[in-house]
């Protein structure tokens, strides 16, 4: 009886192993299709020059953020207003060193994406509502919050800092900011950023006291622009027809990889065959959708926004607000787009060097990724709303130049 029992397994084994094999095999993924190419299929973009290839009747708005501390990471709104500063809130506060207030930025300090500020708007508050800020710390999340528009007493009890430099260009001044919690809470708003970042820091709000001027361009030498704490303008446009043109460029470029790329741009990894870019890379605060084409934005000299919702406010309620943008300059890259704005984590290539040989470049040879904007006035936007191109650039004209 044992050697019949023996002999059944014996012939039942090579079945079951048939069976496990053909289950692990089938919950595989089958392999990515990999289609073949070379260098010579990476096309530069073209513009279109020919104003006619740009469709205007059906360019919308399909995303808004703001990003209310300069390099930490953003909010994404459905609506949003702006005044000749930029939009509501918008790059309001930064972190500095505290030895020298030099700003910081996702260029030193790539972490910062995981610093996590929160628009709490409270019409009823003196202050109009919070700003809460996440900062993820190895002994835990540790969160506070910050008036979004602090009274003039509360402004008193606050250093201000005069000497706050940017880029070594850029001279500006902040308030030092306090909690809504201080001096009960031990720690301040700068001792727990300290210990994210591992140095001392200060979070700083630009104060309304002192005015930084955006620098004119060659096409508006007399450009009056206040602004809070960006990089140079008020209002960031991109379009998502310009971000596909571009991810296709990069799963070209990676499908290429190794030795095939020129040595200025290797390093791309395999990992980006078929994967998109994130817009949040480039940290717009407009992204805009339907003219058909990429890079069309780079055409554009003054648009105006035409909101499509019942919720926008009345003929009465935007009395003396205007929804005209001048696009005053094209955005020059840095490697500050190479940050993955959900891990922090810093990628050696993308998406900077592929823009430096393929992508979009101005008359400098800079590689360029959107448009830089000033608004006429106060204005109001919302996600689907249309936008009306009034103004282009001249055919041998670009937009900042």
Excluded at 257 to 282: D, H, N, Q, S, Y
């Amino acid at each position: 009886m044992a050697n019949q029992y023996l002999l059944l397994v014996a012939l039942l084994l090579p079945v079951v192993a048939i069976l496990w094999s053909k289950r692990r095999t089938s919950a595989v993924a089958p392999p990515v299709a990999r289609v073949e190419v070379k260098e010579s299929d990476i096309i530069k973009p073209v513009k279109p020059l020919n104003r006619t290839l740009v469709q205007t009747d059906h360019i919308t708005v399909s995303r808004l953020f703001v990003f209310p501390i300069k390099s930490c990471r953003g909010t994404e709104l459905q609506e949003a207003r702006w005044t000749p500063i930029g939009f509501e809130y918008d790059r309001k506060w930064c972190i500095v060193k505290a030895e020298d207030q030099r700003v910081l930025t996702l260029r030193q300090h790539a972490e910062m994406v995981h610093i996590h500020p929160r628009i709490l708007p409270d019409p009823t508050s003196p202050y109009g509502g919070v700003l809460t800020v996440e900062v993820p710390l190895s002994t835990g999340t540790k969160t506070f919050s910050l008036p979004l528009n602090p009274t003039p007493e509360m402004l008193e009890t606050w250093r201000r800092c005069s000497d706050v430099v940017m880029f070594e260009i850029f001279e500006m001044d902040g308030y030092v900011c306090q909690s809504l919690s201080q001096p009960q809470e031990q720690e301040s708003p700068s001792d727990i950023l300290s210990a994210f970042l591992g140095r001392p820091v200060l979070l700083l709000m630009k104060s309304a006291e002192e005015e930084r001027m955006a620098p004119p361009t060659e096409a508006f030498p007399d450009l009056v622009a206040p602004v809070c704490y960006p990089d140079v303008y008020p209002i960031h446009f991109a379009s998502e027809e310009s971000l596909e043109s571009l991810s296709s460029t990069v799963n070209l470029a990676a499908q290429l990889g190794g030795t095939e790329l020129p040595k200025e741009v290797r390093g791309i990894a395999g990992e980006w065959v078929g994967r998109k870019l994130e817009m949040e890379r480039f940290r717009p605060n407009i992204v805009l959708k339907g003219s058909g084409v990429p890079y069309a934005e780079d055409l554009w000299r003054e648009v105006e926004i035409e909101s499509q919702s019942a919720s926008a406010p009345t003929q009465t309620q935007t009395k003396g607000m205007s929804q005209i943008i001048t696009v005053v300059d094209q955005c020059a890259r840095c490697l500050l787009p190479n940050v993955d704005p959900s891990t922090g984590i810093r990628d050696p290539a993308i998406p900077n060097k592929v823009i430096t040989r393929y992508g979009n470049a101005n008359r400098k040879k800079k590689p360029i990724f959107g448009t830089y904007a000033v608004p006429e006035g106060d204005g109001y936007v919302r996600v689907g709303d249309r936008v009306r191109v009034r103004k282009w650039v001249g055919v041998d004209e670009e937009v900042g130049m």
